[in-house]
């Protein structure tokens, strides 16, 4: 017997039984009717999953885009810091720029005009010794990915515009760091020369040790006293006894006594090659050994030993040989 003659009765049954219906279809329309209902209900299904995917995948964008702005506002508060930050390396490179120059003008300057020796090291120390390389200072590391970390897949709505600025930022960035390093080295470097000038400025003498006007200058004249031509190795400053007698440098006593020629004689020691020599003193205050510092009394004005009136004799010796005061004059009167 085929489909087409059997049958399928379904009865609708209500509450009230004379509302009892009956159904009577063959069961190939049954088969037919069934199958498009499970096509139906699967479909149906199917489509709510798809709409629940879509909904929860709107809600991940929607997710991703305010973290998007969020990461764009935070970019630009980086690149604004980064700005000020390259904008500060440069005035600190300009100004070191600007003091190297000023200070290695002036101590040329003063060079000349004082006639300084030339400067050794301290001891102990190696000038040629190197310092660390900028390559050792600063270590290259990878900072920019070589594939795009967005997963576009999941939504993420970044662009490249703004992988472009991502990449320009961490340049940047790198950048920056090196320009730091390079700029602290820098500033060490000018930091140690200054100090080490600072130290041959404090011991270099520029001033004049007592108060009064130059009477014998430096160079050959007749002597006062036998009348005949001689060298004068220094000059005389005219100035009532009692005159306090000022180093005019830092450095340390090397002679505080009495010369035959000089009456009471104070040396001092500068260091670099530098010593000064302050004659015929009414007054020693100092002892051989004791640290002195520019400005400090170290004796009196007098006219002890061969000499024809209270002066002060002053004498300046670079590596052993006298030269012109006046030269380490810079304040004369």
Known sequence: MSDLRKTITIYLVANDESQTKKLTMPMSYFKISAFIV???????????IDYFGLLAQSLENKKLKIENLNLQKQFQVVEGKLDTLQSGLDRVGMMTSKLKLITDT?????????????QTSAPGTDPTQERMSNEQLIQQEPLI????????????IATEKSTSNYATLVIRIDEAVKDSALKEQ??????EMLSDRQSLLSATPYIKPARGPIGSRFGYRIDPINGRQKM???????????TP??????????FAGWDEQFGKLVSIDHGYGVLTRYAHNSQIYVQVGQKVSKF??????????????????????????????????????
């Open 245 to 254: 007698v000022r180093a005019p440098a830092d450095g340390v006593i090397s």
């Open 145 to 156: 990915a070589s594939e795009n970390p967005v997963n576009t897949f999941k939504g993420e």
């Open 38 to 48: 499970a096509v139906f209900v699967i479909s149906l299904f199917a489509g709510l």
């Open 232 to 242: 004068h190795a220094g000059v005389d400053i005219v100035a009532s006894p009692g």
């Open 106 to 118: 002036q101590m040329k300057d003063r060079a000349e005009k004082l006639n300084f020796p030339a």
């Open 296 to 333: 400090d009394v170290v004796s009196a004005t007098g006219n002890t030993g061969r000499s024809t009136g209270p002066h002060l004799h002053y004498e300046v010796r670079v590596n052993g040989i006298p030269v012109n005061p006046m030269n380490y004059i810079l304040d004369e009167e």
């Open 186 to 191: 820098s500033v060490i470097e000018l930091w």
